[in-house]
């Protein structure tokens, strides 16, 4: 079988080559589609996506795991340097700001990924089991964001951690904790949460590689 049948049957009448794509819808949405499923760069991963799944929806997930590996390197580099450094210098603000955004990155595009994954269905059958990994990815990430909050050491950090002080006093457990220790905040942030974040979001992506994609409803 030549390359050009192998490809998917939905994609017969596409036009294959790059130049002739140019031609026929201009250089932006050739070069788009290259990196879907047309050559150059097709299966790059060794990984062919079915038809349904080309949309941007069904990026989300992915763009979800990019942020968070901008916020792993950025929050390495701010925790190689330090407070005194990512609040006394300009490249350490620059690093906190990346830190910063890339963390609205990962929940706006996690909001979308969980929208997509109700609408097309896909905790049904056994993929149960990895939505019930990402429900827990996800409250453990708002978790995170609240320690990355008080472990930030400005004013409003010192603020926050006040007031959720004086609140968690009131509850029984969780006044074992003390948001205005600034040394247990920025453990629990840079090292016990990501931990377990890393394992969850490598397994939850592993399982997505191992079962597919789910057939939309
Ligand atoms: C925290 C970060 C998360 C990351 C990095 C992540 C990443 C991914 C990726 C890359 C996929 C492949 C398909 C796609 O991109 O749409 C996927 C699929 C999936 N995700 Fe997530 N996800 C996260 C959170 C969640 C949450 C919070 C839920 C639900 C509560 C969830 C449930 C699922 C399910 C059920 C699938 C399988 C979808 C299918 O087979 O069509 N994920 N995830």
């Known amino acids: 079988m030549s390359t050009e049948d192998d490809y998917f049957a939905h994609h017969a009448s596409e036009p294959f080559r790059f130049g002739e794509r140019r031609r026929k819808r201009g250089f932006w949405r050739a070069f788009l589609e290259s990196f879907a499923y047309l ?3 097709n299966r790059m991963f060794g990984k062919t996506a079915p038809s349904y799944a080309e949309s941007y929806w069904y990026c989300m997930g992915g763009l979800t795991f990019f942020s968070f590996l901008l916020l792993i390197l950025t929050g390495l580099v701010l925790t190689f340097f330090g407070p005194t450094w990512w609040i006394g210098t300009k490249a350490g603000l620059v ?10 990155a990962f929940f706006f595009f996690l909001f979308l990924h969980i929208i997509r994954v109700w609408l097309t269905g896909a905790y049904r059958g056994k993929r149960w089991v990895n939505y019930a990994i990402g429900f827990v990815t996800f409250f ?3 978790g995170e964001n609240l320690f990355g909050l ?3 050491g400005d004013w409003e950090s010192q603020f926050v951690s006040m007031h959720s002080d004086d609140m968690l006093f009131t509850v029984p457990f969780l006044r074992l904790i003390s948001p205005e220790n ?4 920025l453990i ?7 931990f377990v974040l ?20």
Not at 95 to 104: E, L, N
Not at 182 to 185: C, G
Not at 188 to 194: K, N, R, S, T
């Open 140 to 142: 453990l990430s708002l």
């Open 188 to 194: 629990i942030h840079v090292a016990l949460i990501p």
């Open 95 to 104: 690093t906190k700001s990346m830190h910063y955004w890339s963390a609205q």
């Open 182 to 185: 600034f040394t247990s905040a």
């Open 198 to 217: 890393v394992v969850l979001i490598g397994v939850h992506v592993t399982l997505v590689k191992l079962q597919g994609i789910a057939r939309p409803l």
């Open 150 to 152: 008080l472990a930030r």
């Open 39 to 41: 050559p150059p760069f």
